[in-house]
């Protein structure tokens, strides 16, 4: 409805972090039927895709049962579940809620990975331009809707999902050396 009433149309993409998926299926939910609308979400790549320390189940999971829910988790070869890996506490997990597999599987919504110092440069980023200090976790959906954004026309409309505090972040922001 808000997009609608400020720019009379709606968005080209939507951007969540994806952690347990709550933050994002809130976001994709109302626009699910919407065929014209992509949907993107962040995962957290950790220190890389192609290490063991990331939580991207559905960028490098497999179907698994975990908490009674069939999904993409991490896993070994005998459906033990692996240690998830995040610079962020929030995405730091090894399953993802069943409606983003659901999503994934329709090929209706992408998933992406977003490293550590990805997210970290992110969170400096929209702090400095905006004056908004985003949450780790959602510093991951900003670094993944800024490289989409960069690959889209100017009168594309691309909407991030920012939420939580980024001030309870500053002291492992701080830690990692990103700023001083």
Do not use: W
């Not at 506490?89 to 599987?105: A, I, N, Q, T």
């Amino acid at each position: 409805e808000q997009m609608q009433e400020a720019e009379g149309r709606l968005p080209d993409l939507l951007v969540a972090c994806v952690g347990g998926g709550s933050n994002a299926i809130g976001t994709f939910h109302p626009f699910i039927d919407d065929a014209g609308v992509r949907m993107l979400g962040a995962e957290a790549a950790g220190e890389g895709l192609h290490t063991e320390h990331h939580s991207a189940t559905l960028t490098k999971g497999e179907i698994g049962v975990l908490q009674g829910c069939k999904s993409y988790l991490l896993q070994d070869e005998y459906g033990m579940i692996k240690e998830a890996h995040s610079v962020a506490p929030g995405l730091d997990y090894p399953g993802v809620g069943p409606e983003h597999s659901f999503l994934k599987d329709l090929k209706r919504a992408e998933y992406v990975g977003v490293t550590d110092q990805e997210a970290l440069e992110a969170f400096v980023t929209l702090s400095q331009v905006e004056g908004i200090i985003p949450a780790l976790e959602s510093a991951h959906a900003v670094h993944a809707g800024m490289r989409e954004a960069a690959k889209m026309s100017r009168d594309h409309i691309v909407v991030i999902t920012v939420s939580g505090r980024g001030d309870k972040d500053l002291e492992t922001v701080f830690g990692m050396g990103v700023v001083g």
